[in-house]
């Protein structure tokens, strides 16, 4: 028998009941014993500033809303505990009728995992300290600005762009952005 290995797969759940359902699996890990099968269970969350009538605040958003990341290793029990979970209405990438679903591709749970600020891998940037960058996504998506600070432990760098008028300090991820074209 093949050995089975530790894998990413979504999860389907009601909308605004991520969280729910995630802290419903945990509690089930230990008490149904699954413990050896499911590690990690992730809801897609980030933190965005929203700016309204010139005041600007910070707001957590579910990037995925009604899904959730779970890393298990696919054997029966695991699947049918996640699977009768409450607030569980399937598994992405199933096709129903009792067959399993299939994992998410490693490159992409290792972008949102990044993007979230849960990866261990480190991405390699092509700009430093002084640089112009383009902001490639998230409220800011567009906007240019001058690298201020970087801290590569988080991937997260300082970036001073131009928000009503004054000169703002702006922790964008790596991720989100990229040399400009100049």
């Known amino acids: 028998m093949e050995q089975a290995k530790k894998e990413w797969y979504v999860v389907n759940t009601y909308a605004g009941h991520e969280n729910r359902v995630k802290d419903n699996l945990e509690k089930r890990l230990e008490t149904m ?16 500033i929203e700016v309204k009538n010139d005041k600007s605040k910070e707001v957590v958003k579910n990037i995925f809303p009604g899904y959730l990341f779970v890393e298990m290793i696919m054997t029966d029990e695991a699947w049918y505990v996640v699977r009768n979970t409450p607030g569980v209405t399937g598994f992405i990438g199933s096709s129903g009728g009792g067959a399993k679903p299939f994992p998410v591709a490693k490159e992409e749970i290792e972008d949102i ?13 092509e700009f430093k300290v002084g640089d112009t960058v383009k902001i490639v996504s998230g409220p800011f998506s567009g906007m240019e600005g001058v690298v201020d600070t970087m801290n590569d432990q988080t991937q997260v760098a300082t970036v ?16 989100d952005l990229k040399p400009a074209d100049y």
């Open 113 to 125: 995992l990044r993007r979230i600020g849960q990866s261990d891998k480190k991405i390699e940037v």
């Open 160 to 175: 001073l762009i131009i928000l009503f008028g004054r000169e703002t300090p702006t922790d964008i991820n790596y991720i």
């Open 33 to 48: 014993g699954i413990s050896d099968n499911l590690f990690r269970i992730v809801v897609a969350e980030e933190t965005q």
